[in-house]
């Protein structure tokens, strides 16, 4: 049995599945919302039978490697080991014997050397000492510089690489890791005179570095973070998540803020559930990973967000993944860091009365444009019309439109109306999520659907009952007509039908279509026999019908055949009347 058998066969996808995604029984299978696509009717499948799931509005699915390569947004070598671990299988071959992953293994490496030295340089080393002091005056504690492995990178141009290259780590390594520059007179270090904020992802892996200068006054960039690399996606990294992570999951929110020390020193004063995008604004991938701990998301950031552009678009993706997003009101309008060390108390008030997205976008414009006059109206109207616009649930989006024409004084048939203008062909009105378009007929289609019945029904019998019926050769749909020929090649072998021992048998490019078939949501079908023997009877017939005409549109071009064609019409209006 190979590793990937041996993992499977440990564990069970719907109990699996089942601690992230709440399934309901339906028939034979589990079904549940998708948590790969945004969707207000259930049409996620998991299969305690195949072990595998499919989702048949935005097509993923596959085994249990599968659901966590997309669930965790890591790769099939990451997917094993994390699997591996979570059942006890000891890999007989290591995935990471791939070049990609002993690349990333290795820069995880030099990255956590490096995260020690600078540490080392913090805490033990007279070169650190400024550093020491600028983070005291910051008021971030010593248990805190251990907590989140703050540091110090040495003021020279190649003490860090030099230390590193000592380790047994080449030039070309550092380079890729993102911690050397290459110039005119060779490569020199990318992080110098600078407190070191260590990154790493949700699973603790140290992914790279921001580094901050000690003086403002210093003609450089405030912050320079390590460039993107194999194992660093700025957009996929939330600072903090690896030591906050479960106080999100017991609050059940998290609260995002802007820059490191904001992070620091919330969590200093006992808000735990914290966690920072670096002055950046929330990506896909933020989303996704706090997807995975609460469904509940408050900014409390620095800037205004409701002029800010990219936060909008960050606020579009949250909503299309249905967060709840709130925005917190900070005392004296100063950023987290500041307002916690000032009064900590007042800022865990404000978390608390935190007040819907939409709600502060209202509030926000108000507060900028004179809702009294014809040119405020004008304003607030064109600020807040293609915000709403983006709102994906129709009732939350009903309620705001409401609530704008309310702010305006103006009719909300009117509000419509411009919302309407605004949005038209200008970029503004995002566009829903669609389904993958599937290249077949609905024909074949319905050739997928009387399959899905023939195999979670009583299949022998139906599959008798179809060939009788229906010439296994008349099949459109490529996939389903080899799948039917070996359901017919091994019913005549076997007296039990096991699908997964069907499913075995199967050459593997057709196990996919086998999976969307078998795990097709007809579970009200199966628990009323009379029911589905009613579905039986008019799936069949409406796919005998579908063969017949296109039989006839097939003969209408060929005059030679009129007796044929007069069966074929005759067989046609027959099916009609029993419809």
Request: charged share 30%; glycine share 6%.
């Amino acid at each position: 049995m190979s590793d990937t058998d041996e993992i499977k066969s440990r564990i069970n996808i719907v109990d699996f599945i089942g601690k992230r995604v709440t399934l309901k029984k339906t028939g034979r299978n589990y079904k549940g919302l998708c948590p790969f696509h945004n969707e207000k009717t259930p049409s996620f499948i998991v299969s305690p039978e195949r072990q595998t799931f499919h989702c048949f509005g935005c097509g993923k699915g596959g085994d249990i490697l599968a659901f966590v390569m997309d669930y965790d947004h890591v790769d099939f070598v990451e997917a094993l080991e994390e699997m591996a671990e979570i059942t006890g299988v000891k890999l007989t071959r290591r995935a990471g014997d791939t070049p990609e992953a002993k690349l990333k293994q290795k820069i995880y490496e030099v990255n956590h050397l490096a995260s020690e030295y600078y540490q080392y340089i913090l805490t033990k080393h007279k070169l650190g000492e400024k550093a020491r002091d600028y983070l005291k005056h910051r008021g971030v504690s010593d248990k805190s510089i251990k907590t989140f492995a703050l540091g110090y990178s040495p003021n020279s141009w190649d003490a860090a690489s030099s230390y590193l290259k000592k380790k047994g780590y080449d030039e070309k390594l550092l380079e890729t890791a993102g911690f050397t520059i290459r110039g005119n007179r060779g490569f020199y270090d990318r992080f110098r005179g600078r407190v070191m904020f260590t990154l790493k992802d949700h699973r603790g892996n140290v992914v790279g570095f921001s580094g901050r200068v000690l003086e403002s006054t210093v003609k450089e960039a405030k912050y320079i973070n390590t460039s993107e690399t194999p194992v660093y996606i700025k957009g996929n990294v939330l600072y903090g998540l690896d030591v906050t992570k479960s106080a999100i999951q017991k609050e059940n929110e998290a609260i995002v803020m802007e820059g490191e020390l904001d992070c620091i020193s919330s969590f200093q004063a006992g808000i735990g559930n914290v966690v920072a995008i670096k002055g950046s604004a929330l990506t896909e991938g933020h989303v996704n990973l706090i997807r995975r701990y609460t469904e509940k998301l408050l900014f409390a950031l620095d800037s205004d967000m409701a002029g800010d552009a990219a936060a909008r678009r960050g606020i579009e993706i949250a909503d299309r993944a249905g967060l709840d997003m709130r925005v917190v009101t900070l005392p004296s309008g100063k950023d987290p860091d500041d307002a916690v060390r000032e009064n900590a108390a007042a800022v865990k008030k404000a978390i608390k009365n935190a007040i819907p997205i939409y709600d502060y976008f209202i509030a926000s414009a108000v507060k900028r444009f004179d809702a009294a006059t014809a040119f405020g109206k004008k304003k607030i109207s064109e600020e807040l019309l293609p915000i709403v616009a983006k709102i994906e649930n129709p009732i939350v989006q009903g309620h705001y439109l409401k609530k704008v024409a309310g702010t305006l004084d103006a009719s909300e048939e009117a509000v419509v109306e411009s919302m309407r203008r605004l949005t038209k062909g200008d970029g503004f009105g995002i566009k829903k999520a669609e389904k993958p378009e599937e290249a077949t007929t609905r024909s074949q289609k319905l050739e997928t659907y009387v399959l899905a019945l023939a195999l979670q029904g009583k299949t022998a019998e139906l599959f008798e009952e179809l060939s009788e019926r229906i010439a296994l050769s008349d099949v459109a749909n490529p996939a389903v007509q080899k799948i039917l020929e070996q359901l017919q090649s091994f019913l005549d072998a076997n007296n039990v039908f096991l699908i997964k021992d069907f499913a075995d048998a199967l050459p593997v490019e057709l196990v996919s279509t086998l999976d969307e078939a078998f795990l097709w949501d007809i579970g009200d079908q199966l628990t009323d026999e009379e029911l589905f023997a009613r579905e039986w009877v008019s799936a069949l017939r409406e796919l005998e019908r579908a063969v017949v005409k296109r039989k006839i549109q097939v003969l209408t071009r060929d005059p030679d055949h009129t007796d044929q064609l007069r069966a074929l019409t005759d067989r046609l209006k027959a099916l009609e009347k029993e419809g």
